[in-house]
């Protein structure tokens, strides 16, 4: 197996691990750490192309990578900022129990 | 492949089956934090010393840290009664695993292909701040731009409302 091929693979198994996270955990903060988790295997995968890549000069991937962290922080901070917003509506950040769009 | 990438990947696996599969948020969260721990270790493996360091003061000086505020302000450090998973579980790791089966099978099927060892990438912090402000420069300004916006937009989500005194 080639180096590369052994990087993806990490990285998809991180991003099923992330993709089971959100979606089986009942708590909204445990959904967006497996968020988290996806983005970085994805950010993983963009620097390993970017090393194994024959112009890595060219700095492609790395700057995707760096651009996706820059993202993913957004993100973060929003999506904390919006559970804690729900939890002080609905007293809960179980997702079993927020069922409703209506407030 | 050296044993240096077997010891990093086995870290980053085990730090996000413990974020899953944890019961007390409080441990999930550092779990997590092994997990972006190892991927900047990862990163600095592949040579991208921009990248692992900015994985570090990014993901676990911040991120972490803001995880750590949302699960003490919501509470949620508390054991949990009843199961941590939701009604749907089964259905949700179906879904996981078929991803990884695909991704896992596109991957080795692929592999062949995959170009194998390569020099390792004269790259420096310096040609890395000369590209953001040459070529990349107005992708710099949209995320500059783009943090102003959440960060405004994270505070005024999580205000509270004066009509509603807590």
């Known amino acids: 197996m080639t180096p590369l091929a052994a990087y993806l693979l990490v990285a998809a198994l991180l991003f099923a691990i992330g993709l089971a996270g959100a979606l089986t955990r009942r708590n909204a ?31 492609t991937g790395m700057m995707f990578a760096i651009f996706s962290i820059a993202v993913a922080a957004g993100e973060a901070a929003v999506g904390l900022g919006l559970v804690i917003s729900i939890y002080r509506h609905a007293r809960t950040t179980d997702l079993d129990q927020i069922n409703r769009m209506k407030g | 492949m050296g044993v240096v990438f077997y010891i990093l990947a086995a870290l980053t696996i085990a730090g996000g089956l ?110 890395i701040g000369a590209a953001l402000v040459g070529r990349y420069v107005l992708p710099l300004e949209i995320v500059a731009l783009l943090l102003t916006a959440a960060t405004i937009g994270a505070v005024i989500v999580a205000m509270h409302d004066r009509e509603t005194p807590q």
């Open chain 1, 29 to 59: 903060i445990l959904v967006l750490i497996g968020i988290e988790l996806m983005l970085n295997a994805a950010n993983l995968n963009l620097v390993a192309f970017w090393r194994f890549s024959p112009h890595p000069e060219a700095l």
């Open chain 2, 18 to 127: 413990a974020t899953v599969l944890l019961r007390n948020l409080v441990h999930c969260a550092l779990a997590v934090t092994i997990a972006f721990l190892g991927l900047a270790l990862l990163f600095l493996a592949l040579d991208a010393q921009f990248v692992g360091f900015a994985q570090i003061i990014i993901y676990i000086g911040a991120v972490a840290i803001l995880v750590v505020f949302a699960i003490l302000l919501t509470r949620s450090s508390d054991q949990p009664h009843g199961s941590i998973f939701s009604r749907t579980w089964l259905m949700g790791l179906i879904i996981a695993a078929a991803v990884f089966a695909v991704l896992g099978w596109a991957v080795i099927r692929s592999a062949r292909a995959l170009p194998n060892e390569s020099a390792v990438p004269a790259v420096t912090v310096h040609d």
